[in-house]
């Protein structure tokens, strides 16, 4: 099992609404990321949780709030969200935080989920 | 500052024709990788490269690090129209730093027309 699950695939909300994004894998990992991307651009990197914890906050605004309930589940709270933030949100681990040259840390990416903000 | 230069940024060719795609750094990554992506989905991986000089064949895609492990080529050979989608190098940082902080160039989107 090689997956990252997303859910849900699509979601449009409004300004003033509250929601959440969540994602999910059970190969064990023990670093999952949060990647925005826009249509068209490359994906950019927004959250690094490492061993459960926050390791990573790429100054993003306090609107969008991470949450690792535990090491398979990843998920990203939105709250009075701008329509720029529209965009398609990707999820993504790795089996360890940090890089070693030895190993295969391959990144693995969820399918996405499609964020509308009207 | 782009730290990965991908070059062309669109290429819309022939059924049938060949094609390369570059990504350029004047960094030195551990490895890199290459992804192709299709509209509304996420990015899936197509290779990782990790040794200079590395080559590496997926059917009708070769994939090249350099020898100095700061540039990459992807060659496609006789495209087809399911070949068609963004193209995504991503340089992986060195020894000790965060994995997941991939430094992504800015994408190749590549049409292939019947």
């Known amino acids: 099992d090689t997956e990252v699950t997303q859910t849900p695939k699509h979601l449009v909300m409004g300004m003033t609404n509250k929601k959440s994004l969540k994602c999910e894998q059970h190969?064990?990992?023990?670093?999952m990321y949060w990647y925005k991307q826009k249509a068209k651009k490359p994906p950019e990197l927004m959250f690094v949780?490492?061993?459960?914890?926050?390791?990573i906050n790429e100054s993003v605004p306090s609107r969008f709030s991470p949450e690792c309930p535990n090491s398979s589940l990843l998920n990203l709270h939105l709250h009075a969200l701008q329509p720029e933030d529209s965009a398609l949100y990707l999820c993504?681990?790795?089996?360890?935080?940090?890089?070693?040259?030895?190993?295969?840390?391959?990144?693995?990416f969820g399918e996405g989920s499609w964020l509308t903000v009207v | 500052t782009q730290l990965l230069e991908q070059s062309p940024q669109f290429l819309s060719i022939q059924e049938g024709e060949n094609l390369t795609v570059y990504c350029n750094s004047s960094?030195?990554?551990?490895?890199l990788q290459w992804y192709r992506q299709e509209p509304g989905e996420g990015p899936v991986l197509l290779v990782t490269?990790?040794?200079?000089?590395e080559v590496k064949k997926l059917k009708r895609l070769t994939f090249q690090f350099g020898d100095a492990r700061k540039d990459s080529s992807l060659h496609i050979t006789a495209a087809q129209t399911g070949d068609t989608g963004l193209y995504l190098c991503?340089?992986?940082?060195?020894?000790?730093?965060?994995?997941?902080?991939?430094?992504f160039g800015r994408g190749t989107q590549l049409t292939v027309w019947p």
């Open positions: 993504a681990s790795t089996p360890l935080p940090f890089r070693d040259r030895d190993s295969g840390n391959t990144i693995y």
């Open positions: 190969m064990g990992h023990r670093a």
């Open positions: 949780y490492s061993y459960e914890k926050l390791s």
């Open positions: 960094s030195v990554f551990s490895s």
């Open positions: 490269v990790v040794t200079g000089g």
């Open positions: 991503a340089g992986a940082p060195r020894r000790g730093s965060t994995l997941g902080r991939l430094y």
